[in-house]
């Protein structure tokens, strides 16, 4: 449904008025509203444009810009529907000590009887992304999570972990922790991987070689590398077995991509996801519903429709 259907007239206010300050309300397809919010309703935002009103429904907005701040958007919480935190317009860079510190909670440790790699949870409800390849043909998984608990971290197993969706073209997989005394978890924000420039600084979290915890930093080689006809984001910072599923972060602290794979025999080549890939996955979930039929496909099928008895023709 498009958004003109979704945005519905409230009142028509004199022309000509304009705002010192105004909110930019992000929506989803990348549109934007600026003007001032006047309400802010429990299903709904109305928003005085100027010269007319919108009533726009909160199922539409992913994201925030307050006036009078020069903030990255306040992205909305999974609370309000949505799935996982989007960002979209450009947010201040920080320094990577800060950053690790606000958003290492959000990176886990995948662990399956054959190996591990890396993950980082999309919301508070235990949902998080890691590679297709970490959990391939895998029957149990079980995630470590380390929280920050009277200024130390303690790590936490959890082994109730259900697969919910594979794309093995992209190498993604959505797995969710269903453990019953399971806490609310930190989670990330993902960025845009479009909005990146190449020399851009960048960093990794992840559990290379099963060190736990890693942070290597560097910046992005180039937005679109060629590898088996998919295009990646080339990397130098340290990307090595057991990064695998882990985020590759902007310096504000955007997931832009999902690290996913290196060059054996060279230095500072790694290689990420990008995170379009990432949201166009998680948007249509649905469709690559993991299936216990047929574990290593990501698609379910149907049953195809009966067949319908061809009447005889009438003796002549």
């Known amino acids: 449904m498009s958004l003109k259907k979704h945005l519905a007239f409230a009142a028509l206010l004199g022309c000509g008025a304009q705002f010192a ?20 309703k429990s299903d709904a935002f109305v928003v005085d444009l100027g010269y007319t009103v919108l009533v726009i429904p909160r199922s539409a907005v992913t994201g925030i810009t307050r006036s009078g701040t020069t903030a990255a958007a306040t992205t909305l919480p999974s609370a309000l529907g949505q799935f996982y935190a989007a ?12 950053l690790v510190k606000q958003i290492g909670e959000a990176v886990v440790q995948v662990r399956t009887p054959e ?15 890691t590679n297709f390849h970490v959990i391939e043909g895998e029957t149990e998984i079980s995630v470590e999570v380390y929280q920050q608990k009277d200024g130390q971290l303690d790590r ?11 794309n093995k073209f992209h190498d993604l997989a959505l797995l969710h922790i269903e453990d019953k005394n399971a806490p609310k978890f930190k989670s990330v924000t993902l960025g845009s991987s479009d909005a990146l420039n190449v020399g851009d600084g960048v960093f990794a979290i992840g559990s290379p070689l099963g060190l736990e915890r890693t942070v290597t930093q560097g910046i992005l080689s180039t937005k679109t590398r060629q590898l088996e006809g998919e295009l990646y984001l080339q990397t130098s910072a340290q ?26 025999f060279g230095e500072g080549l790694g290689f990420a996801i990008p995170v379009e890939l990432v949201k166009s996955f998680l948007d249509h979930r649905d469709a690559f519903a ?11 099928y149907l049953e195809p429709p009966s067949r319908t008895k061809a009447k005889a023709p009438d003796a002549k």
């Open 21 to 40: 300050l105004a909110d930019t309300l992000q929506l989803k397809d990348t549109a934007a509203v600026t003007g001032k919010i006047l309400e802010e």
């Open 156 to 166: 936490e197993t959890y082994k109730q972990v259900k697969i919910i969706a594979i």
């Open 115 to 129: 190996g591990l790699g890396s993950g980082f949870f999309l919301n508070e409800d235990g949902y998080l992304i």
């Open 239 to 264: 990307i090595n077995p057991g990064n695998s599923g882990g985020p590759l972060f902007n310096l504000a602290g955007e997931v832009v991509g999902v690290t996913n794979m290196k060059i054996t």
């Open 290 to 300: 993991y299936s216990t039929d047929n574990p290593n496909n990501p698609f379910r």
């Open 87 to 98: 960002d979209t317009r450009p947010a201040a860079a920080r320094d990577v000590s800060s």
